[in-house]
């Protein structure tokens, strides 16, 4: 990993461990603003595109035009990354969920659910921000603590994203109350977190991490690392064994995650629960991805980023089985998607860690907006899938699809760990 250059004796300290814990900091607050805007609307957009379209199908596409847009907005994140920073990268993000936030409230105003879909899919730059943000929380680590960096700006997003699900009743009342129909205040207070979330990042990620990051490697501050080509990433891939297999089991543990996740909110709501009882099992589901993220990350630079991969694809499978047995338990389900979040916390840090070790630091944001767009593309997949599989078979059985598609990585990541 990166590291200031050795300096001689009676020198000044290395500013560089003050700089980076600053940089923690500011990308920590900019991670609970946009995890509120994000979780928000992840509680009722797929109860909200199911009422206005009257099909449970259909619904399953809010989640998809979400997952669709992080993946859409990827490699535009990681292209102002590599030509500007990250600052002008993360920046990009949250002005796309802002946008999105904004056509969604009208889209509801008016009843046109194929208008919310289109809002949501600009949304989704609020989930390629948090992305984001994790991979800059690494430009200034030292060796040996990019996953334990890493995890900390990803729990980060606990406060805002356990919080948010819990607002929806709170804000809907009040937008009600401002003049906004029913379902549209979450949005626009969601809008409101993107550009909060936004302004911390313009105003205080400076200096930039990943530029300083490159003066102090000796590379060119915005020259040809900035205008990498996702050629170049796929390149970088094919001679990088660990990378492919870290984004591999990535793009699993986000299928998994999101598929599963996606329709839990439409089952509760046909099942009777009430959108306080939707909100809770979300916000628990949104701890199991960040409260433990640290102790996970600390875990995979001890023990080493493969079994944590492994552990992850373990607690995926038992997440699965247990929502699709859960039948009309809401406390099952309950328990299922907090495995779920928390497997999905493992393949996400140790992935992402290892990901960010295994590439030179010129060709970093290619390959990580690479990394993320192949994740959020086979998260679309996934909601995709998985909203046909429950509204014509059930629930049940989307759990036992889930569950082979994750064994079935685990299976292939413990046969090629030992390849040279």
């Not at 606990?158 to 709170?170: C, Y």
């Not at 979040?341 to 390959?367: D, F, H, M, N, Y």
């Not at 679309?380 to 699809?401: C, D, N, R």
């Amino acid at each position: 990993m990166t590291s200031a250059p050795t300096k001689p004796a009676g020198s000044l300290p290395d500013p560089i461990p003050g700089i980076q814990r600053r940089t923690l900091g500011v990308l920590s607050a900019a991670q609970i603003m946009g995890g509120v805007g994000v979780a928000v609307g992840l509680a009722l957009s797929s109860v909200v595109v199911d009422e206005l379209s009257g099909s449970t199908v259909i619904s399953g596409f809010a989640g998809t035009a979400t997952t669709l847009g992080a993946a859409l907005l990827a490699l535009p994140t990681a292209k102002a990354s590599g030509r500007g920073g990250r600052r002008a990268g993360l920046t990009l993000a949250y002005a796309a969920a802002l946008t999105g936030c904004a056509i969604s409230v009208t889209a509801i105003s008016l009843r046109l659910w194929p208008l919310l879909l289109a809002g949501l899919v600009l949304v989704g730059g609020g989930s390629a921000g948090g992305l984001a943000a994790r991979y800059s929380a690494t430009d200034l680590s030292p060796k040996g603590r990019s996953a334990r960096h890493l995890s900390l700006v990803v729990w980060a997003a606990t406060i805002g994203s356990v919080a948010g699900p819990n607002l929806a009743e709170p804000t809907d009342l009040i937008g009600i109350q401002l003049g906004l129909v029913d379902k549209a205040g979450p949005f626009a207070f969601a809008a409101l977190a993107f550009t909060v979330a936004m302004i911390i990042v313009l105003g205080l990620l400076r200096p930039d991490p990943l530029r300083l990051a490159r003066r102090l490697d000796g590379k060119a501050e915005d020259g040809p690392a900035g205008n990498r080509t996702i050629r170049t990433a796929w390149d970088t891939l094919r001679t990088t064994p660990a990378a492919r297999r870290a984004l591999v089991m990535i793009a699993v543990s986000h299928t998994a995650m999101v598929s599963v996740m996606s329709m839990t909110p439409v089952k509760l709501h046909h099942d009777g629960s009430t959108l306080d009882v939707i909100g809770l099992v979300i916000s628990l589901h949104i701890a199991g991805m960040y409260m433990l993220s640290p102790l996970v990350g600390w875990l995979a630079d001890k023990a080493g980023k493969v079994p944590v991969l492994l552990l992850g694809t373990a607690l995926l499978l038992a997440a699965a089985t247990l929502a699709g047995t859960a039948g009309h338990h809401v406390g099952q389900v309950t328990a299922a998607l907090f495995l779920l979040g928390l497997g999905w916390s493992c393949g996400l840090v140790a992935g992402s860690a290892l990901v960010t070790e295994s590439v030179p630091i010129e060709r970093r944001p290619s390959v990580q907006g690479l990394s993320d767009l192949i994740m959020n593309v086979c998260g679309a997949t996934g909601t995709i899938v998985a909203g046909a599989i429950v509204g014509v078979l059930s629930y049940g059985f989307l759990g036992l699809v889930v569950g082979v598609m994750v064994a079935v990585a685990g299976i292939w990541l413990l046969a090629v760990r030992s390849r040279p």
